[in-house]
């Protein structure tokens, strides 16, 4: 693979040998059929639960878009705006909730879609649809920021079709998209691992909290306890942010969207100073979010203060802190479908504290702990390798396209 130091014409700075030639740009427009879907009539039943896959955005998410969620009928497609496109074709999402907008996927079956996925079907002599689909990728936020400036920031058809795009011959393209498959192939397989990985944490974890498997030796009984008798909860608080003096110190002030899929709370993204107007968490203290996204969890690593979103423990000193995390996270689904129906869940600390785990001798505790802290920190490790692939894709995109 050649490395051009300088960028010489229309070329990207890495490319195969052999391949020399100035890439062409040329408008989406000019090189695909840019359309819509649409949404049969939902009050027509004979329109829904058919056998024809029908696409949303929220499937939209750089991916290979292989199952769905919702079929319609030959007469919902009939009596609709729906289209039915090709496996292969190229699908964007031109709004949709959060971070939608902007993200592509491949249709790997033939599919309809409805009026929020823009769907590209390439010239295949001229732009491969997987190129395409990479190079666009790379440029999600760029594309994001050419929606309409209107009430709702959406992209259109117009918008897509005016979408400028770099390309070499197809021959090279085709040489791009084998390389960049090879390390989505490997991301797949990590994810998978990861995957596993969560999923027998989870079994054994269910296995150990309803004793169908207990460490030799230790047969000591349970006993069940309210996590108000582990410990004691605080609510958290968030200081006034008009009061400077208390804002970036040495603590971490942790909300429910700094608390990640991990198990130890790394980092925050604010920090507070030490104040007596404030109780301090100490490390190992454990987080438990309790308003709308109830049932997100994480073990503090350091001195931490939270908002009001969250309730924590501080087990008494003859618990094993990491057991309680692990029995707690066993019985988090339940205490989140105690609030499953609210419009805005919330789980306060007198309703926190009376929610009850089985404990067995602390030296029972330290054994589970330790068993499962094993498989965490190999999931940890997993997700660090995914990290890095992650990162050598992002900058293979960057060097090897225009």
Not at 301 to 306: A, D, H, N
Request: charged share 25%.
């Amino acid at each position: 693979m050649t490395n051009k130091k300088l960028k010489v014409d229309n070329v990207p700075n890495l490319r195969f040998p052999g391949f020399t030639d100035e890439w062409k740009t040329r408008k989406l427009g000019e090189v695909a059929i840019v359309s819509s879907g649409g949404t049969p009539n939902r009050s027509t039943s004979s329109y829904w639960n058919g056998n024809i896959p029908w696409v949303s955005t929220s499937l939209i998410d750089f991916n290979f878009i292989e199952k769905v969620d919702e079929y319609i009928t030959e007469e919902g497609l009939t009596n609709s705006s729906a289209k039915l496109f090709p496996k292969g074709t190229l699908l964007i999402a031109m709004y949709g909730q959060g971070k939608t907008r902007g993200k592509v996927a491949i249709l790997n079956i033939e599919a309809t879609t409805n009026q929020a996925c823009g769907a590209i079907t390439t010239n295949n002599d001229v732009l491969n649809p997987l190129f395409a689909f990479q190079n666009l990728t790379k440029r999600y936020d760029e594309i994001r920021d050419l929606s309409n400036q209107g009430g709702q920031e959406n992209l259109s058809a117009g918008i897509i079709k005016g979408i400028k795009i770099n390309f070499p011959e197809v021959q090279e393209q085709q040489k791009i998209v084998s390389f960049i498959d090879l390390i989505d192939e490997r991301i797949s397989t990590q994810n998978k691992i990861i995957e596993q990985l969560e999923t027998l944490i989870k079994s054994v974890s269910q296995k150990i909290f309803t004793q169908k498997i207990r460490f030799k030796e230790l047969s000591d009984e349970w006993k069940l306890v309210s996590l108000g008798e582990v410990g004691e909860i605080i609510t958290g608080k968030t200081p006034s942010t008009k009061d400077l003096d208390l804002w970036s110190g040495n603590i971490q002030f942790v909300t429910p969207t700094d608390i990640k899929e991990n198990k130890y709370q790394h980092s925050t993204e604010r920090t507070i100073k030490k104040t007596d107007k404030l109780k301090i968490l100490p490390p190992k203290s454990i987080m438990f979010t309790c308003i709308a996204s109830i049932g997100k969890m994480s073990l503090s690593l350091y001195p931490s203060v939270t908002n009001q979103q969250i309730n924590s423990i501080i087990p008494h000193s003859y618990f094993s802190n990491e057991f309680i995390f692990y029995a707690v996270k066993n019985i988090a689904e339940i205490i989140k479908s105690t609030q499953s129906t609210s419009t805005m869940p919330i789980i306060n600390k007198t309703e926190f504290s009376k929610f009850k785990i089985s404990i067995p001798s602390l030296k029972e505790q330290n054994h589970i702990a330790f068993f499962l802290s094993k498989i965490d920190q190999k999931i940890e490790t997993e997700k660090l390798v995914l990290q890095q692939l992650e990162k050598q894709k992002n900058y293979l995109l960057q060097q090897m396209f225009i």
